[in-house]
């Protein structure tokens, strides 16, 4: 997929566990996971809203365009 998802490291600079992460969102541990790992097909930008206010972020910070990698069908 073209658009890489750089939640974790955001996460680990921040140092905030998923857990905490998950709380302050208010979504759950899981869907937050499916997002970390780059697996989401879709985000709302409410959920991205929440995370970037809570890890004192920019969304570019978290989603990233990689021309180089193909997208996936």
Same mark, same amino acid.
């Given at each position: ?10 996460? %680990?600079? !921040?140092?905030? @566990? &998923? ?5 302050k969102v208010g979504i759950t541990m899981a869907n937050l996971s499916i997002l970390k790992t780059g697996k989401a097909k %879709?985000? !709302?930008?409410? @959920? &991205? ?25």
């Amino acid at each position: 997929m073209s658009i890489k998802v750089n939640l974790d490291v955001i996460m %680990a600079k !921040r140092k905030m @566990t &998923l857990t905490e992460l998950s709380e302050k969102v208010g979504i759950t541990m899981a869907n937050l996971s499916i997002l970390k790992t780059g697996k989401a097909k %879709a985000i !709302r930008f409410s @959920t &991205l809203e929440s995370i970037c206010q809570n890890l004192d972020c920019q969304p570019g910070d978290i989603l990233v365009y990689d021309p180089d990698d193909p997208p996936s069908s």
